[in-house]
């Protein structure tokens, strides 16, 4: 295809119509579709749902028996870390290598990557944030309450001394 209006025609077609969309993505997993779907549903003003396909990659990958690990560069850091303990055990010193070698295994066996961590860092301190704010609401709830009891009291003196008044004047 090298017509332009062509081109846009076939985006809009698959866009549009689920057998074509089935077809351009064959063999793929569905929640690729899904994504495809998410975005399509977003405005063009509104934030992307980046929880829903982070999501729906995740569970493309757990259908897929796909794994996160190892990536090519860790694969070559990996390599390189080997080779560095050959050189260490015949007379040489640490390399920094290695350091980011073993925090990556550290990720790999917590099953989580560093981002994953971190979003969970966030999520708590989220959380964190969320229950001091039920709290300030609560404590407010409880002073507004107080104060209208002290308002009810003081109006019943009012009403008091009113019934004080007119019995002194009777």
Known sequence: MTDIRQIGDEKRGIRMNQISKKKMFGGCPREYIDIMETIDKGGFFNDPDY??????????MKNTGS???PYDWEKY?????????KKKSAGGGVDQTEKVVKKK????????SHKEKKDEKEEKKEEKKK?????KKEEKKEEKK????????????????KKDEEEKKE
């Open 131 to 135: 229950e001091e704010k039920k709290e």
């Open 67 to 69: 794994t996160e690990y």
């Open 51 to 60: 929880e829903r396909m982070y999501y729906l990659l995740r569970e493309a």
């Open 77 to 85: 850091l990996m390599e390189k870390m080997e080779q560095e303990k």
């Open 105 to 112: 295994e550290v990720e790999l066996e917590a099953g989580k």
């Open 146 to 161: 107080e104060e209208k009891k002290e308002e009810e009291k003081e109006e019943e003196k009012k009403e008091e001394e």
